[in-house]
């Protein structure tokens, strides 16, 4: 077996862990030496990555041993970050808070936290903000990342919670790659692809993307479709379906509902129709969906170029879709993968830190709060459910109104990930918002901080997080954090403390003090939930492989995949959501859902595509997509501080096609301008792999390695500078696929 | 046979509908999604109003189809700057939540219009104007359902805190 280890000369001793660069999560050890964290290696006993690691992984821990780590909370004084003391920070932390609870409410604090921290942080962040504090504003980056994942697993299936897992690749023998580039962004799942696809009997590969990435050029059918055009592109794959019968009538009969309108609305989607709309060749279209008619068991992977596209959500329903119309689902090599970005994203979902409530539980059900209510022993009305807990996007706008006047941004960096850099920085400016940032690094937010707390990373705490595939995986604590350094859930204690947080017998509300506390306490509350704990414990997790949740007294070993019964969590009592009108948004009720009686059917949702918002035009020619480059993560926080994996891209550029860069008079390497109604950035042209009349350009990069600056003080060059301030109706994700620009060559 | 009349006010009412729609998204640019739904929205109705035309002059309406409004139009941009300078101030959930209140109504009355005009078509045995109406309905019948949702989601923030 191939152990992949990277090391910085020799090891004392190897603790346990996983990655946290990417959704794959793969096992590996950290190798400690004179109490610094000196390299990684694979963990060949785990069902994950079985010894392999991806670029990432292998690097990226150098980013723990930076020298400008933060070591000591930071105050804003007379307009200048300055050291203080732990005491001095948090004493301003809560008063503040305390100060808005008295005079403008719970409503005026948000919290906007990560897809980056364990499940001991978020839960105890969860409940100290939804019971505690009880603001309906806290939710995760993970809206940029997995919110649309989350979302079409609660539209079609009732519920989230990933149906199959990575092993399913070894038993596929087609994949559908909508939106996915896995080569770049989960390289160890791509290794795993790559045994598959050349090795002997390889499956047949679709990918749907506006690029010729990598993935494409290992595909079969490659549909390079025009951005914002996903749902047309899997409509006219279904309407093929149909009309040529392939599909299973009696898997849709007895497990489905809703496949009279789903063949209503796909039935003008022709290939011909497809073509003209994606722009790309009917014959193409016919061929894709043949492979897919023809398919014994069909694995597909969705991931951000429909989570953060034109109609998100409807797309990633369309998906759902495709496999259930073949029965496709809950059986070896056939499912579906709606995957994550982050390592922890999922936990993010669980925990109720991404706009969801703890568990999987439904804000609109009120037996769902009251078990919460019971668990935290707070009164119902305290956790707030009369909407969906508040949307990223929408907390900035209450912060960019005033009404919110407290917020705590946890291990993220919207200054440089959010639409539209201007606006966002502009709120983050403000003097009436108090901004305390927690994190490792003096990130562009931090800079923008009224308080700066200096966090713990991974391998400096305990704790346990769960990859994209349900895995979850223990995380020993392999070093101490620098100087003053603390883990975040310390830090919420901590605050909780401050505040007196109590429970409704005058106890205090968070009971746990210690990582597996709180791991106990989450399991709990995960107790008779899909994404059921029970069964796990810090004992079981170490020394062997992760483990995949369902894991309960019926399934004391984990669940390798979901729905083999094909019973799906649509029952009205248990179902986490109770759906939307895909195109709006609008919010189906209890009363609806229960007429739509699905009882443990799936649910087949279909819409039309729609233009996108915004469309290229004269004045702004192209379509701009920001996406990931492979050596780089997020905001770079990280990985830019890895000396192997900042070489390999150190800085941003844009990728355009050699036709549209040949009008344009511009050669590989000239500096080309970028302009949008937003804003504009100047970096490097590449000629590369994108459809004529779009740019692609990789969103990581800011302004902390460029001039000490939390936005630019040169070239401007954050991807975001571009990009537009909208987001899914449903899931909520920003779109960051279709934003119209110009290009022209500078000097 | 009074169909037509009804038929008319029907026409009448998607076609402010519309205008409102469209002025409500200027005057709220800043809520970004609100700006985009009500101009999804407002096409929506401009197409509403175009189906129900040639079923009306069967019934002796001639109702008009110029489109938007010549207010509308020219207001736009006013409507646009006011909004980005306006976008700052609390108050302006206060103002969003009003006015997503009155389209609302505006919807619902819509709605159960399509209700009478569909009841009537029935008992017409008016095959054509059953199939405007079931296209339309429903879709006015999403449009009140996604007011219902925004103002739900509104309401927390625009009146208990602060």
Redesign the interface.
């Known amino acids: 077996m191939r152990i992949d280890e990277y090391t910085d000369g020799p090891v004392e001793r190897w603790v346990q862990s996983a990655c946290v660069l990417c959704s794959h999560g793969c096992a590996l050890d950290i190798g400690v030496r004179d109490g610094k964290i000196v390299g990684v290696r694979g963990r060949g006993v785990d069902r994950v990555n079985h010894g392999r690691l991806g670029p990432k992984g292998l690097y990226g821990w150098q980013a723990n041993n930076a020298a400008d780590r933060l070591t000591r909370p930071l105050v804003r004084r007379d307009g200048e970050l300055r050291e203080a003391s732990w005491e001095e920070a948090m004493d301003l932390v809560a008063e503040r808070s305390r100060e808005l609870l008295a005079t403008k409410g719970s409503g005026s604090l948000g919290f906007y936290t990560t897809g980056q921290l364990f499940i001991e942080d978020y839960y105890t962040l969860a409940l100290v903000a939804r019971g505690g504090i009880g603001t309906n504003h806290l939710d995760g980056n993970t809206r940029l990342c997995t919110a649309t994942a989350g979302q079409a697993l609660k539209e079609t299936f009732g519920c989230d919670g990933q149906p199959s897992g990575v092993h399913d690749i070894e038993f596929c023998d087609t994949i559908l790659h909508v939106g996915i580039n896995t080569a770049e962004t989960q390289t160890v799942l791509w290794m795993h692809e790559l045994d598959r696809l050349r090795g002997p009997d390889p499956p047949r590969s679709i990918v749907i993307d506006p690029r010729r990435t990598q993935s494409a050029r290992e595909s079969q059918v490659h549909l390079a479709i025009k951005p914002g055009t996903n749902l047309a592109a899997l409509n006219g794959i279904a309407q093929q379906l149909i009309e040529n019968g392939w599909i299973d009538r009696e898997f849709l009969d007895m497990h489905t509902i809703g496949f009279d309108a789903l063949e209503q609305t796909v039935s003008s989607y022709t290939p011909e129709r497809v073509a003209g709309i994606c722009g790309v060749a009917a014959a193409d279209v016919r061929r894709a969906a043949g492979i897919i008619g023809e398919a014994e068991s069909l694995l597909t992977f969705v991931l951000q170029g429909v989570y953060q596209s034109h109609q998100a959500t409807a797309s990633a329903c369309a998906a759902n879709n495709v496999n259930l119309l073949r029965g496709m689902i809950g059986k070896p090599g056939a499912g579906i993968l709606q995957m994550n970005g982050q390592p922890t994203a999922q936990n993010t979902r669980e925990t109720g830190c991404n706009g969801d409530l703890p568990g999987f539980r439904n804000w609109q059900n009120d037996a769902h709060v009251a078990e919460l209510a019971q668990l935290w022993n707070v009164d119902l009305l305290q956790i707030p459910h009369w909407g969906p807990p508040t949307h990223a996007m929408e907390m900035f706008r209450y912060a960019e109104l005033g009404s919110i006047g407290f917020l705590w941004i946890i291990g993220t960096n919207p200054a440089v990930s959010l639409p539209e850099l201007h606006r966002i920085r502009s709120i983050l400016e403000q003097e009436r918002l108090f901004v305390v940032v927690s994190d490792a690094f003096l990130s562009e937010t931090a800079r923008l901080a009224d308080v700066v707390l200096p966090a713990a990373l991974w391998g400096e705490k305990l704790g346990t997080f769960t990859n994209t595939d349900r895995t979850v995986h223990l995380s020993e604590k392999a070093v101490e954090p620098p100087g003053e350094a603390r883990p975040d859930m310390e830090i919420f204690l901590d605050y909780a403390q401050r505040l007196g947080l109590q429970d409704k017998d005058g106890q205090p509300l968070v009971k746990w003090s210690t990582p597996e506390q709180a791991f106990e306490a989450f399991k709990q509350m995960t107790k008779g939930r899909p994404c059921d704990y029970t069964g796990l414990t810090y004992e079981q997790l170490r020394g062997g492989s992760g483990i995949q949740w369902p894991c309960n007294e019926e399934a004391p070993d984990g669940t390798e995949r979901l729905y083999t019964d094909h019973v799906f969590p649509t029952g009205p009592d248990i179902c986490e959501d109770y759906g939307h009108e895909l195109a709006s948004g609008a919010t189906f009720t209890q009363t609806e859902f229960k007429a739509l009686n699905p009882q443990g059917r799936a649910i087949l949702k279909a819409a039309e595509w729609t233009e996108p918002h915004e469309w290229a035009r004269e004045d702004y020619p192209f379509t701009l997509a920001t996406g990931r480059t492979v050596y780089h993560f997020h905001t770079r926080t990280k990985t830019g501080r890895a000396p192997e994996l900042q070489a390999a891209a150190p800085d941003p550029w844009a990728e355009l096609n050699a036709a549209d860069a040949e009008r344009l008079g511009i050669a590989e390497g000239d500096f080309v301008r970028l302009e949008s109604p937003r804003g504009a950035i100047e970096v490097p042209a590449r000629l590369s792999g994108p459809r004529e009349g779009v740019v692609f350009v990789p969103f990581h990069y800011g302004y902390w390695d460029v001039g000490d600056n939390a936005g630019p003080n040169g070239r401007p060059r954050a991807a975001n500078e571009l990009t537009m301030t909208i987001w899914d109706p449903v899931s909520k994700q920003p779109i960051y696929k279709t934003s119209a620009v110009r290009v022209e060559k500078v000097g | 046979m009074k169909i037509g009349p009804v038929l008319a006010r029907l026409h009448e009412l998607e076609t402010d509908l519309a205008d409102e729609l469209r002025a409500l998204g200027e005057r709220h640019a800043?809520?970004?999604?609100v700006f985009?739904?009500c101009h999804?929205?407002a096409l929506q109705c401009e197409r509403h109003a175009a189906a129900l035309q040639p079923v009306a002059a069967r019934y002796g309406e001639d109702v008009d189809d110029d489109g938007p409004g010549f207010w509308s139009g020219l207001l736009e941009s006013a409507r646009r700057t006011a909004s980005t300078s306006i976008?700052?101030?609390?108050e302006?959930?206060l103002l969003l939540l009003r006015d997503l209140r009155k389209l609302f109504l505006q919807a619902e009355e819509c709605s159960i219009t399509w209700v009478m005009a569909g009841q009537a078509a029935q008992a017409a045995r008016d095959q054509e104007l059953l199939d405007v109406v079931r296209m339309c309905h429903q879709e006015t019948e999403?449009?009140v359902?996604?007011f219902?949702?925004r103002i739900?989601?509104a309401s927390?923030?625009?009146l208990?805190?602060?």
């Open positions: 800043a809520d970004h999604d985009h739904q999804t929205f976008g700052r101030v609390p302006s959930s999403i449009q359902k996604w219902v949702t739900k989601v927390p923030q625009a208990a805190v602060g």
